[in-house]
């Protein structure tokens, strides 16, 4: 699996395009369930679609801004985007948790659960670095491959949490899932981040 992704721009222009149709497809299932952290998990795959582009756009000669300079810069964005995210999903989990809404997760919202949980599955296998690749030029692609990983535990996350929802009927599982998965995005963000300017400082 990833077999047929030989060079690092193939890898992450496949990437892009799974975490694109992921992110349209758990924003429309957690708008049309109600479900807090089905939308949670879809604004965290927004800004895999960010980072991935960065990581993309390190692999090219962009307007003649040097690589070092765009990791630096994007460090600073996926803060200003990360922590403001987080904030807005653990307001709105606060307020649910107080008055937690019905919700009622059906067939199609585990189909696009597990085709998420699928999505990052693959794109973990195709991201995670050869034996060749522990020095590659560029780090975006390592830190893309940690963001990944943890966001295939928030889907994992999303997942148990419909199914509990079920099993117990109690719907504060859905918000109290979201602040986990807010917690989950800001640890994303610090270590992205860390290595991001960590690597720009070497």
């Given at each position: 699996?990833?077999?047929?992704?030989?060079?690092?721009?193939?890898?992450?222009?496949t990437?892009?395009?799974?975490?694109?149709?992921?992110?349209?497809?758990?924003?429309?299932?957690?708008?049309?369930?109600?479900?807090?952290?089905?939308?949670?998990?879809?604004?965290?795959?927004m800004?895999h679609?960010f980072?991935?582009?960065?990581?993309?756009?390190s692999?090219?000669?962009?307007?003649?801004?040097r690589?070092?300079?765009?990791?630096?810069?994007?460090a600073?964005?996926?803060i200003?985007l990360?922590?403001?995210?987080?904030?807005?999903?653990f307001?709105?989990?606060?307020?649910?948790l107080?008055?937690?809404?019905?919700?009622?997760?059906?067939?199609?919202y585990?189909?696009?659960?597990?085709?998420?949980?699928?999505?990052?599955i693959y794109?973990?296998?195709?991201?995670?670095?050869?034996?060749h690749?522990?020095?590659?030029?560029?780090?975006?692609?390592f830190?893309l491959?940690?963001?990944?990983?943890?966001?295939?535990?928030g889907?994992?996350?999303?997942?148990?949490g419909a199914?509990?929802?079920?099993?117990?009927?109690?719907?504060?599982i859905?918000?109290?899932?979201?602040?986990?998965?807010?917690g989950?995005?800001?640890l994303?963000?610090?270590?992205?981040?860390?290595?991001?300017?960590?690597?720009?400082?070497?």
């Open positions: 699996m990833g077999g047929g992704h030989g060079t690092d721009k193939d890898r992450l222009w990437v892009l395009k799974i975490n694109i149709v992921v992110f349209i497809a758990e924003i429309l299932s957690g708008y049309s369930s109600g479900i807090l952290s089905m939308t949670t998990d879809g604004f965290h795959v800004i679609v980072a991935s582009i960065i990581a993309l756009v692999e090219y000669e962009f307007l003649k801004i690589p070092d300079k765009i990791k630096l810069w994007s600073g964005i996926n200003a990360f922590f403001p995210l987080a904030y807005l999903i307001f709105e989990a606060s307020r649910r107080q008055n937690s809404p019905a919700v009622s997760p059906g067939f199609i585990f189909l696009v659960a597990i085709f998420g949980l699928a999505a990052n794109t973990v296998v195709i991201l995670k670095p050869k034996k690749e522990h020095n590659s030029k560029n780090k975006n692609i830190i491959y940690i963001h990944m990983i943890i966001d295939t535990v889907s994992v996350i999303v997942l148990i199914v509990e929802i079920i099993r117990t009927g109690n719907y504060s859905d918000p109290i899932s979201s602040f986990i998965l807010a989950l995005i800001v994303a963000a610090i270590m992205m981040s860390w290595e991001l300017i960590h690597g720009h400082s070497h």
